[in-house]
């Protein structure tokens, strides 16, 4: 999975990006105009992949991964240097929208103050305006490829003037419901606001224990429909540069049960409806984040085409009842084990053998 961090200039989207990855880029109190986009992969917290590695002691365990993608700011205004910052995050599969919650004297801020209702505002309209003018763009070519005689994709035009009229009240084409083949139809497009979102409002020190963040959590979830985690940005950069040990104590000092790291990260699989399914063997244990409700075929493809090509049978034990047993032999002998075919919705922790025939 792909995430791409938004949000305005020195909102804190490098150290929130530090405090995801564990990494250590320089963070600046100066606004980044220019540069590479910074990429950072980590592994999804996953308990039952350590369990299960015990067990089976594999040459090779493999979590799923999560990759984050931080780059400049979105200016207010400017979308032609927004443009650079979208065309990133064009085939993430969420966007990570950092608000500026902190007070900092010597961290400018681009509107010159902070107000993070009207901060995440501006940069969601940017996103609309963004997406408006991808819209107006291919009505146009359409158009005029229609003049030159070649017949137009109505069903395409059709859902552009939905969106086109969504945007241009300012709603986000999230908000617009679409059919599966609808979205097909949009999808070359990759517009931004179809992404789904989750917000990072990033506290500062002192904020941890504001009451006032728990009403701005809950206008902003009501008014963008994204989920909000609060978070600050720069302990939790400082928490996620220590020893694993190290880091439980500083977070219980500060009454944080679960490290930014791995909030975010659960917050955006049950936003998307992500699950994992597991595989063991001696081999490699490992993780596999598919959608929830995905069919058994589906989800044998992502681990090689030919094994869903070739798909027989599913053989199908739930981590739970697997822990129980506590082998797979003793697991099939109990009968927990099942058979299931290809239409099986996979659940979350499922272990599975794939039977297949090339
Ligand atoms: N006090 C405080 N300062 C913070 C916090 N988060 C970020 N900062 C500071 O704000 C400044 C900007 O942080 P960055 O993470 O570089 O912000 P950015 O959004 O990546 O900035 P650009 O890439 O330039 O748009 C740095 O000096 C940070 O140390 C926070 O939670 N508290
Ligand atoms: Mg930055």
Redesign the pocket.
């Known amino acids: 999975m792909k995430i791409g961090i938004l949000?305005l200039?020195?909102?804190?989207?490098?150290?929130?990006f530090n405090a995801l990855t564990g990494l250590d880029l320089p963070?600046?109190?100066?606004?980044?105009v220019e540069g590479e986009p910074h990429v950072g992969v980590v592994n999804v917290p996953d308990h039952r992949v350590g369990r299960l590695s015990e067990i089976y002691e594999p040459k090779k365990t493999t979590y799923a991964t999560v990759e984050y993608i931080?780059y400049?700011?979105i200016t207010r205004g400017d979308l032609k240097q927004n443009r650079k910052v979208f065309d990133m995050v064009k085939d993430a599969d969420a966007i990570l929208h950092?608000v500026r919650v902190?007070e900092?004297e010597s961290?400018a801020h681009p509107l010159g103050g902070v107000n993070p209702e009207r901060d995440a505002d501006t940069v969601e309209m940017e996103l609309v305006l963004s997406d408006l003018e991808l819209v107006e763009k291919r009505l146009e070519r359409m158009e005029e490829s229609r003049k030159r005689g070649k017949k137009p994709d109505e069903q395409e035009r059709k859902v552009l003037l939905r969106c086109r009229e969504a945007l241009e009240e300012e709603r986000p084409l999230r908000a617009i419901e679409l059919s599966d083949e609808e979205l097909k139809t949009l999808r070359h497009l990759q517009f931004v606001t179809l992404k789904p979102e989750v917000m990072i409002l990033?506290?500062?020190?002192d904020q941890l224990d504001d009451e006032r963040v728990g009403d701005l959590i809950h206008s902003l979830e009501e008014r963008f429909s994204s989920p909000v985690i609060p978070l600050?940005?720069?302990?939790e950069m400082e928490i996620a540069q220590l020893e694993e040990d190290e880091q439980r104590g500083f977070l219980q000092d500060l009454g944080i049960t679960e490290p930014g790291m791995t909030r975010v990260i659960q917050a955006c699989y049950r936003h998307l409806g992500l699950i994992s399914f597991l595989t063991v063997g001696k081999d490699e244990v490992r993780a596999w984040t598919i959608k929830k409700g995905t069919p058994a075929v589906e989800a044998a493809g992502k681990i090689h085409s030919d094994i869903e090509r070739g798909f027989i049978r599913a053989e199908v034990v739930s981590y739970e009842d697997f822990l129980r047993a506590g082998s797979m032999a003793v697991a099939k002998q109990e009968g927990v084990v099942r058979l299931e075919g290809k239409t099986y919705e996979v659940r979350d922790g499922d272990i599975i053998n794939f039977r297949f025939n090339v």
């Open positions: 949000g200039a020195n909102s804190g989207k490098t150290t929130v963070v600046t109190v100066y606004a980044s931080d400049l700011g950092i902190f900092d961290v990033n506290l500062g020190e600050s940005g720069k302990i």
